[in-house]
C-alpha cells in the first residue's frame, strides 16, 4: 500500500507539472481518485455476458448483408442515430441507419488530397460529420454526412484516439511516443478546429511498452462522462464533455497486479505474467451503478461487469485475443455487442429471436443492444 500512495503521489506531482509547463491551469483543480479493490468485490463467473440478472431489455438490430455493406470486423462501433461501423483492415467505415439498413460506404484510401491512408480512430458528431485520425499522414480528414469530403488538416503531434467535444474542440488521446514539443509525455491534447493545440495533460508513466500493445483501445461516452484507459494502466481517467479531467479510477488488483518493472518489457515477462497477473484490457465505461470493461487475466481475453452497489464482479468467458465484440459501444445505459457466426453457442442462453439467429448463421453481422437496469 505504501509503494501506492508513492506511485499516485507521482503522478498527480507529474499531473500538475505538465499543468503548469503547457497546460490551462483551469484544467486541473483536485483530481478525485477512487480505488476500486478488485478482491473486495464478489466474483461471479457469468453464463452470458451481461448476465440476466442486471438485463432490463435486449433489442436486436440486423444489419444489411448486401455486397456493398459486407464488412470483415467491427473494430469500432458508434451509435449515434446511425450506426458506424470501423473495418480497420479494410479501411473503410460502413453506416447503416437504426434499423440497420445501409447507408453509405466510405472508403477513401489514397494519398490525394481528399483521402487518408489508414483510420486510426474516428468520431462523429450529432450531425453525422465524419472525423478520421490519419495517423500515417497525421492529419485529421473531415467528412459530412453523405460522404463528401470537407476538410483535411495537418496537426504537429503523434495521435491514437480523438473525441469530438460539446464546444467544437477535438480531445486527442496521444501516443505515448509522440514527440511534438508542446504535448510530448502527455496523454491528452485539447485542439482546436484549425488543429492549434489548446493544453495537454496527464503525463504517461515510465512503464510503457510500446513495442508489445495488449489491445487497442479508444474514448467511450457514457452520458456526459468520457472514459478513457490505455493498457497497460490501472486508472480510467474520466473527462467532462468539455474535455476537463475531473476524475480517476485505480483498480487495485493486489498481488494479481503486474509488477512495474515487467511493463516495460511486456514479452520477456509474458510467461510470469500468465501465472497469476492481470490488468484492464481495451475500453473501460464508469457509471454511476457499473463498470464495464474487459481484463487481461493470465492473458485471456474475459468481459466483466462490476455492479458498484452489491460489490459484485462478473466475469464473462474467455474470447479471442482480437475479440471486441460483447461491449463495443455504450449508449442511454445499454451496451453495444455485435454477434457474428463466433457467437452462436450463446444463442440458446441468451434466448435470440430466430430471425436474428438465421441471418447471423449466414455469416453476416447484427447488433445486440443490452439495456441495463
Same mark, same amino acid.
Given at each position: 500500500?505504501? !509503494?501506492?500512495?508513492?506511485?499516485?503521489?507521482?503522478?498527480?506531482?507529474?499531473? %500538475?507539472?505538465?499543468?503548469?509547463?503547457?497546460? &490551462? +491551469?483551469?484544467?486541473?483543480?483536485?483530481?478525485?481518485? $477512487?480505488?476500486?479493490?478488485? $478482491?473486495?468485490?464478489? %466474483?461471479?463467473?457469468?453464463?452470458?455476458?451481461?448476465?440476466?440478472?442486471?438485463?432490463?431489455?435486449?433489442?436486436?438490430?440486423?444489419?444489411?448483408?448486401?455486397?456493398?455493406?459486407?464488412?470483415?470486423?467491427?473494430?469500432?462501433?458508434?451509435?449515434?442515430?446511425?450506426?458506424?461501423?470501423?473495418?480497420?483492415?479494410?479501411?473503410?467505415?460502413?453506416?447503416?441507419?437504426?434499423?440497420?439498413?445501409?447507408?453509405?460506404?466510405?472508403?477513401?484510401?489514397?494519398?490525394? *488530397?481528399?483521402? !487518408?491512408?489508414?483510420?486510426?480512430?474516428?468520431?462523429?458528431?450529432?450531425?453525422?460529420?465524419?472525423?478520421?485520425?490519419?495517423?500515417?499522414?497525421?492529419?485529421? %480528414?473531415?467528412?459530412?454526412?453523405?460522404?463528401?469530403?470537407?476538410?483535411?488538416?495537418?496537426?504537429?503531434?503523434?495521435?491514437?484516439?480523438?473525441?469530438?467535444?460539446?464546444?467544437?474542440?477535438?480531445?486527442?488521446?496521444?501516443? @505515448?511516443?509522440?514527440?511534438?514539443?508542446?504535448?510530448?509525455?502527455?496523454?491528452?491534447?485539447?485542439?482546436?478546429?484549425?488543429?492549434?493545440?489548446?493544453?495537454?495533460?496527464?503525463?504517461? &508513466?515510465?512503464?510503457?511498452?510500446?513495442? !508489445?500493445?495488449?489491445?487497442?483501445?479508444?474514448?467511450?461516452? @457514457?452520458?456526459?462522462?468520457?472514459?478513457?484507459?490505455? *493498457? %497497460?494502466?490501472?486508472?480510467?481517467?474520466?473527462?467532462?464533455?468539455?474535455?476537463? #479531467?475531473?476524475?480517476?479510477?485505480?483498480?487495485?488488483?493486489?498481488?494479481?497486479?503486474? *509488477?512495474?518493472?515487467?511493463?516495460?518489457?511486456?514479452?520477456?515477462?509474458?510467461?510470469?505474467?500468465?501465472?497469476?497477473?492481470?490488468?484492464? +484490457?481495451?475500453?473501460?465505461?464508469?457509471?454511476?451503478?457499473?463498470?464495464?470493461?474487459?481484463?487481461?487475466?493470465?492473458?485471456?481475453? +474475459?468481459?466483466?461487469?462490476?455492479?458498484?452497489?452489491?460489490? +459484485?464482479?462478473?466475469?464473462?468467458?474467455?474470447?479471442?485475443?482480437?475479440?471486441?465484440?460483447?461491449?463495443? $459501444?455504450?449508449?442511454?445505459?445499454?451496451?453495444?455487442? #455485435?454477434?457474428?457466426?463466433?457467437?452462436?453457442?450463446?444463442?440458446?442462453?441468451?434466448?435470440? *429471436?430466430?430471425?436474428?439467429?438465421?441471418?447471423?448463421?449466414?455469416?453476416?453481422?447484427? #447488433?445486440?443492444?443490452?439495456?441495463?437496469?
Amino acid at each position: 500500500m505504501k !509503494y501506492y500512495y508513492y506511485l499516485l503521489i507521482v503522478i498527480i506531482a507529474r499531473i %500538475i507539472s505538465s499543468c503548469n509547463n503547457n497546460t &490551462d +491551469k483551469n484544467l486541473m483543480s483536485e483530481l478525485s481518485v $477512487d480505488t476500486i479493490i478488485w $478482491d473486495d468485490f464478489d %466474483i461471479r463467473d457469468g453464463k452470458t455476458f451481461f448476465p440476466e440478472e442486471l438485463v432490463k431489455t435486449r433489442r436486436y438490430v440486423k444489419l444489411d448483408s448486401t455486397p456493398t455493406f459486407i464488412f470483415g470486423g467491427g473494430d469500432k462501433i458508434i451509435t449515434r442515430n446511425n450506426i458506424y461501423v470501423l473495418d480497420m483492415r479494410q479501411k473503410k467505415i460502413i453506416i447503416f441507419d437504426d434499423q440497420g439498413a445501409g447507408l453509405l460506404v466510405l472508403h477513401r484510401v489514397g494519398q490525394g *488530397p481528399q483521402e !487518408y491512408l489508414q483510420i486510426t480512430d474516428f468520431d462523429v458528431d450529432d450531425n453525422g460529420n465524419i472525423y478520421i485520425v490519419d495517423g500515417a499522414s497525421d492529419k485529421l %480528414i473531415v467528412y459530412d454526412q453523405n460522404g463528401s469530403f470537407v476538410s483535411a488538416t495537418k496537426f504537429s503531434f503523434e495521435a491514437d484516439l480523438i473525441h469530438r467535444l460539446g464546444n467544437g474542440n477535438f480531445l486527442f488521446g496521444l501516443s @505515448a511516443w509522440n514527440k511534438d514539443v508542446q504535448t510530448r509525455g502527455n496523454r491528452f491534447a485539447i485542439v482546436g478546429e484549425d488543429m492549434q493545440i489548446h493544453s495537454s495533460f496527464v503525463a504517461f &508513466d515510465d512503464y510503457q511498452d510500446n513495442m !508489445y500493445w495488449i489491445s487497442s483501445y479508444r474514448f467511450i461516452k @457514457a452520458s456526459n462522462k468520457i472514459c478513457y484507459n490505455k *493498457p %497497460i494502466d490501472d486508472y480510467v481517467y474520466i473527462m467532462s464533455n468539455m474535455g476537463l #479531467l475531473v476524475q480517476a479510477f485505480y483498480f487495485d488488483f493486489g498481488d494479481a497486479r503486474i *509488477p512495474f518493472d515487467w511493463r516495460k518489457d511486456v514479452e520477456s515477462n509474458i510467461d510470469r505474467i500468465k501465472e497469476k497477473y492481470r490488468c484492464l +484490457k481495451n475500453h473501460v465505461v464508469v457509471t454511476d451503478k457499473y463498470i464495464i470493461g474487459t481484463l487481461w487475466d493470465r492473458t485471456e481475453t +474475459k468481459p466483466f461487469l462490476v455492479d458498484l452497489g452489491q460489490k +459484485k464482479t462478473y466475469i464473462g468467458g474467455t474470447v479471442a485475443e482480437s475479440d471486441v465484440s460483447d461491449f463495443l $459501444d455504450f449508449t442511454d445505459n445499454s451496451v453495444v455487442s #455485435l454477434l457474428s457466426t463466433g457467437k452462436d453457442d450463446m444463442f440458446d442462453l441468451l434466448d435470440v *429471436p430466430k430471425d436474428v439467429q438465421a441471418h447471423v448463421a449466414q455469416e453476416n453481422f447484427a #447488433l445486440m443492444v443490452t439495456e441495463l437496469l
